[in-house]
Nanobody, 123 residues
Framework: QVQLVESGGGSVQAGGSLRLSCVVS????????MGWFRQAPGKEREGVAA????????THAGAVKGRFTISRDNAKNTLYLQMNSLKPEDTAMYYC????????????????WGQGTQVTVSS
C-alpha cells in the first residue's frame, strides 16, 4: 500500500514562494512516476507537473512553466514542488500522486494520492 504525505502548503502573498514536499512510503516499484496536481473550488483537478521515475524527465503545465519546478530525491523517497512567483490563480489544493503508468500526466493515470495541501495566494 503506497502512502503519500504532503507538507509545505500555506498562505502567501502574490510573488511569494512555497516549497511542497511529499514523502512516499510503501511502494514496491522503484522509481515510480510522480506528479503534482491542483484543484481549485468548483474546478476540475489539473496536472501541474510530473517527473519520471529516475528524475531525468519532467513536464510542467504551461500555466506554471518557468515558475514551478518538480524534483525528487529518490534516496529520501521524497517529491518536491518548488513554487516561485506565485499568483492568485495558483490558489488551490495541491495533491501529490504516484503512478505505475510510464509518462502519465492525467489524473486518471495516477494510482495513489496524498491528502492534499492548501496553497493560498493573496493579491
Amino acid at each position: 500500500q503506497v502512502q503519500l504525505v504532503e507538507s509545505g502548503g500555506g498562505s502567501v502573498q502574490a510573488g511569494g514562494s512555497l516549497r511542497l514536499s511529499c514523502v512516499v512510503s510503501g511502494y514496491t516499484y522503484v522509481n515510480i512516476r510522480m506528479g503534482w496536481f491542483r484543484q481549485a473550488p468548483g474546478k476540475e483537478r489539473e496536472g501541474v507537473a510530473a517527473i519520471s521515475g529516475d528524475g531525468r524527465a519532467t513536464t510542467h503545465a504551461g500555466a506554471v512553466k518557468g515558475r514551478f519546478t518538480i524534483s525528487r530525491d529518490n534516496a529520501k523517497n521524497t517529491l518536491y514542488l518548488q513554487m516561485n512567483s506565485l499568483k492568485p490563480e495558483d490558489t488551490a489544493m495541491y495533491y501529490c500522486a504516484a503512478s505505475h503508468t510510464p509518462g502519465a500526466w492525467g489524473s486518471t493515470d495516477f494510482d495513489y494520492w496524498g491528502q492534499g495541501t492548501q496553497v493560498t495566494v493573496s493579491s
